[in-house]
């Protein structure tokens, strides 16, 4: 019987799996030809919220070995897929290059963040990050080691752009090769500034996101009438070189992020995000922070997702086009009325998609709402907010998805066909399965 209890950040659905280590590319090759019934799947630090890094009763391969980071003159760099972003970022600092894309921990893996395809504060500029990977290692379930890009043709085109964003499903990724962003320094120049109502943050940031690489902003989920999704911007860039590039990191980050184990309810998270929104200046220039202070500021506070409790904590992340900006406010409406309350709310602007059939962001606004797994009738609650997304002509995210349905996935990602096309050819056995696979018959 498999004996490693795995779960994701959200810690709704854990189950059973053998988990082996693996040390070289002819390891991954092993075990994906041996596979056994309940096939296979690698897993990078567990950071998606939901199933996607599960596989029940089957084999889950550590990459964790695979972490050598190689920095190139050219700014390019060559690591296994198991480095962790962390050590990427601090890899590329005494070269005065920054990764091109960050998600809001940087307790990912390379294998990770291409599998998901993720996006940063800056997608409205750079796009996601697929689109700086130059070349990847892939091994498929025959034991083939494929070497593809963005460069390659025909079918290897199309692998390489199913495994962006397929979720560990079109081959074990054993190698990133990845364009680095030259920067002139680390420290990043953020304005910061509070608005009073949904309206005012989103015109904010329609009218100010090109001139900043990074955006976003904190919005309060909670708020009775009208102040419903007033929130706090924050947009910045890298600090000119100089003295002022070498802000010291301070030691941890003492945010009010997390009440006591099982102390998430409404009526904490309504306290919170009132603080939260009051402690923020009205407006404030030009202040200088740190890479962790700001895009990272949650790993400062460990493993707050265990403040949910037993039942965890579900993430609603939407991408809805600029032309229906108007269900923002009606999701808000929709999770507050219904009772479940949003401890930490995220609203973010998408640049264009990819070509990636699976890869999340497309043009127009983003937004990701924390709801504990506990709120009764949650199930409900999150298939409305689909129906609501759908209707708008959006999506929701895999890497933060628990329990989206067949068909509304279908749905919300047309070009699902031409993924599963490669994914037939590849791995026309299902060698390579996952909780997420098997509930969303991938
Ligand atoms: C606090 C927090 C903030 C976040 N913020 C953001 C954000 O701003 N933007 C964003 O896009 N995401 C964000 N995420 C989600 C996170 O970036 C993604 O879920 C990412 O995929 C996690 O990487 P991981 O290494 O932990 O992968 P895991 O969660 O372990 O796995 C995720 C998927 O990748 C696959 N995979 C992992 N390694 C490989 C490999 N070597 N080859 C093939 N497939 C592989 C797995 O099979 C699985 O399907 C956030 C998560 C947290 C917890």
Redesign the pocket.
């Known amino acids: 019987m498999p004996d490693t209890v795995l779960s994701?950040?959200g810690r709704t659905a854990p189950s059973r799996a053998d988990v082996v280590a693996v040390r070289s590319t002819d390891d991954v090759v092993a075990a994906l030809t041996s596979a056994g019934q309940r096939g296979v799947?690698?897993?990078?630090?567990?950071?998606?919220?939901g199933d996607?890094?599960q596989n029940a009763g089957g084999t889950v391969?550590d990459?964790s070995s695979?972490g050598t980071i190689d920095v190139g003159s050219d700014g390019v760099v060559r690591a296994g897929?198991?480095a962790v972003l962390a050590d990427v970022i601090d890899a590329l600092e005494p070269h005065g290059l920054f990764v091109p894309v960050?998600?809001?921990?940087s307790?990912?893996?390379?294998?990770?963040?291409?599998?998901?395809?993720?996006?940063?504060?800056n997608h409205h500029r750079d796009g996601?990050?697929g689109d700086h990977v130059v070349e990847l290692e892939?091994i498929t379930p025959d034991g083939a080691v494929q070497r593809i890009g963005p460069s390659s043709s025909g079918e290897d085109l199309a692998h390489f752009r199913a495994?962006v964003g397929?979720?560990?499903?079109t081959?074990?990724?054993?190698e990133v090769v990845l364009r680095a962003m030259p920067v002139p320094s680390q420290a990043v120049l953020v304005d910061t500034c509070q608005l009073g109502s949904l309206d005012a943050v989103m015109e904010r940031m329609s009218s100010t996101d090109d001139g900043y690489r990074y955006s976003v902003a904190w919005i309060d989920a909670t708020a009775p009438g009208a102040a419903l999704g007033r929130g706090v911007v924050t947009q910045g860039d890298h600090a000119p070189a100089g003295p002022s590039g070498g802000v010291a990191a301070p030691p941890r980050i003492a945010l009010p992020i997390a009440p006591p184990v099982g102390l998430v309810n409404r009526w904490t998270v309504r306290a919170f995000n009132e603080a939260w929104f009051r402690k923020a200046p009205a407006s404030r220039d030009a202040e200088l922070q740190t890479v962790r202070q700001f895009f990272h500021p949650?790993?400062g506070v460990g493993a707050w997702?265990r403040a949910y409790g037993p039942r965890g904590l579900v993430q609603h992340q939407c991408a809805v086009p600029d032309s229906e900006s108007a269900v923002i406010a009606r999701l808000l409406e929709h999770f507050r009325d219904s009772g479940a309350p949003s401890f930490l709310s995220?609203l973010k602007r998408f640049g264009p998609g990819n070509d990636c059939p699976l890869s999340?962001p497309r043009a127009g606004w983003t937004l990701a709402v924390d709801l504990p797994g506990a709120t009764p009738g949650l199930a409900r609650i999150l298939d409305r907010a689909d129906e609501l997304v759908l209707e708008a002509g959006g999506r929701t995210?895999l890497?933060?998805d628990a329990r989206v349905s067949p068909e509304a996935l279908r749905a919300m990602y047309p070009r699902l066909d031409e993924w599963l096309e490669v994914r037939e050819r590849v791995d026309p056995r299902r060698v390579l399965v996952?909780d997420?696979s098997r509930r969303l018959s991938l």
Do not use: I, Q
């Open positions: 994701g950040w799947l690698a897993r990078g630090l567990g950071r998606s919220y996607a890094a391969l990459l695979l897929a198991g960050s998600p809001g921990t307790r990912v893996t390379l294998g990770g963040a291409v599998a998901a395809d993720v996006h940063g504060k996601s990050f892939v495994t397929g979720m560990g499903l081959g074990v990724v054993t949650l790993d997702n995220v999340f995210y890497a933060k996952s997420l």
